[in-house]
C-alpha cells in the first residue's frame, strides 16, 4: 500500500519519513530516481513500507513535489 509523508531528516546516504503512523527510516538505495538519489527536507514523498532485518524501512520512495525550489545555494 502506497502511504504519503514528509521528508524530517536527510544525511548523506539516509534519513527518515514522518508520516501518520510515526516515522520510518528510509536508505537512498530505495529511492527511485535518475542519477544521484537523495530527498530534501520538508519534501513530499510516496514510498511503501517493508519489514527487514532491522525493522521497518520506507522502499519505492518517489518524491510527489517539485523540491527544486527548496535548494539553498
Same mark, same amino acid.
Do not use: Y
Given at each position: 500500500?502506497?502511504?504519503?509523508?514528509?521528508?524530517?531528516?536527510?544525511?548523506?546516504?539516509?534519513?527518515?519519513? +514522518?508520516?501518520?503512523? #510515526?516515522?520510518?527510516?528510509? %536508505?537512498?538505495?530505495?529511492?527511485? @530516481?535518475?542519477?544521484?538519489? *537523495?530527498?530534501?527536507?520538508?519534501?513530499?514523498?510516496?514510498? +511503501?513500507?517493508?519489514? #527487514?532485518?532491522?525493522?521497518? %524501512?520506507?522502499?519505492?520512495?518517489? @518524491?510527489?513535489?517539485?523540491? *527544486?525550489?527548496?535548494?539553498?545555494?
Amino acid at each position: 500500500m502506497r502511504r504519503r509523508g514528509t521528508v524530517r531528516e536527510w544525511h548523506c546516504t539516509h534519513g527518515f519519513i +514522518e508520516w501518520p503512523g #510515526g516515522a520510518v527510516f528510509v %536508505h537512498f538505495t530505495n529511492i527511485k @530516481a535518475q542519477g544521484h538519489r *537523495s530527498l530534501i527536507v520538508g519534501s513530499e514523498v510516496e514510498f +511503501e513500507i517493508e519489514e #527487514g532485518t532491522r525493522g521497518f %524501512h520506507a522502499v519505492r520512495v518517489i @518524491a510527489v513535489t517539485d523540491s *527544486s525550489a527548496q535548494l539553498k545555494p
